[in-house]
């Protein structure tokens, strides 16, 4: 699904060069849950604008469904640490609004306009918001605006998902519950999944693999495989397994945020 091969970022500003990414290869496979992990600033946010085709590399390549990127990924969805809501529109129009925009969808919904809501009402049912779908995004919590903008970014069932820090700015046990909306969704849907996350717990929980990154200039120095069986539950994160496998991305981190 994704392969990034040997690919170096430099941003260039008034004040110079930048380089965010160095020499950095990755490859994630078709329905694969792939978590990156790493200090901050190390250039994760990069990576995920190199892969959704919003910024382009200075050297290196990068591929998407075996086909070089080279413009803005149509087959992505996005969601980030703020929900980004817009707050004059009601949950059910800010699912469906990227349907309104991205140009295959947009003439399919002008025709269709049921047979869309009837998706995005499912999907809100998915994650528990069902019965909010006429209300307003100032209306509900965080934790609540996070969960529809999953569905947002999932509304034309992109085969890439792509979460950048989604439940940083929640508190720990909205946290755990949208650990288990996203596992169920991907689960239920099926697509592949690129998480951006400082919680190593939560990559440990949600992904199949995990992938830590140096600091800047970031590339990928290791990557661990995740094979505790699923479906889990959320008391696999008690366990001593778990409980080895985060203290080992620990020391991991620590290790390179020193080198
Ligand atoms: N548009 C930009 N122009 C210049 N420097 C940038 C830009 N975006 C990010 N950077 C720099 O590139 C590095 C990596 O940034 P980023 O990918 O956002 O890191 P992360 O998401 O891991 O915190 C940082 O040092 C950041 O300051
Ligand atoms: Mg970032």
């Not at 604008?49 to 996005?78: D, H, N, Q, S, Y």
């Not at 528990?128 to 069932?157: K, N, T, V």
């Amino acid at each position: 699904m994704i392969c990034l091969d040997d690919v170096s970022l430099s941003y260039k500003g008034r004040s110079g060069e930048v380089t965010a990414l160095a020499h950095t290869s990755l490859t994630v496979k078709q329905g694969e849950f792939a978590a990156v992990v790493g200090p901050s600033g190390c250039g994760k946010s990069t990576l995920m604008k190199l892969v959704t085709g919003l910024i382009r590399p200075t050297a290196g390549a990068v591929f998407v469904e075996g086909k070089p990127v080279k413009g803005p990924v149509k087959i992505a969805g996005m969601a980030f640490q703020n929900a980004n809501l817009l707050p004059w529109r009601s949950v059910l129009d800010n699912v469906l609004l990227p349907l309104e925009i991205v140009p295959p969808h947009r003439g399919r919904f002008r025709r269709e306009k049921d047979f869309y809501r009837a998706r995005a009402l499912d999907l809100l049912g998915v994650v528990g918001l069902r019965d909010f779908a006429g209300r307003y995004p100032w209306e509900m919590s965080g934790g609540m605006q996070q969960r529809a903008s999953l569905c947002r970014a999932l509304i034309h069932e992109p085969a890439l998902l792509m979460l950048d820090e989604p439940f940083a700015a929640l508190d720990a046990f909205t946290r755990e519950e949208l650990w288990v909306v996203l596992r169920d969704l991907w689960q239920r849907l099926g697509f592949t999944v690129v998480l951006v996350t400082h919680d190593l717990r939560e990559a440990a929980f949600l992904a199949d693999t995990v992938h830590v990154m140096s600091a800047r200039p970031g590339r990928i120095v290791e990557t661990r495989v995740v094979d505790f069986l699923r479906p889990r539950p959320l008391e696999v994160c008690y366990e001593p397994a778990f409980t080895d496998l985060v203290h080992e991305l620990r020391g991991k981190i620590a290790e390179v945020r020193q080198a």
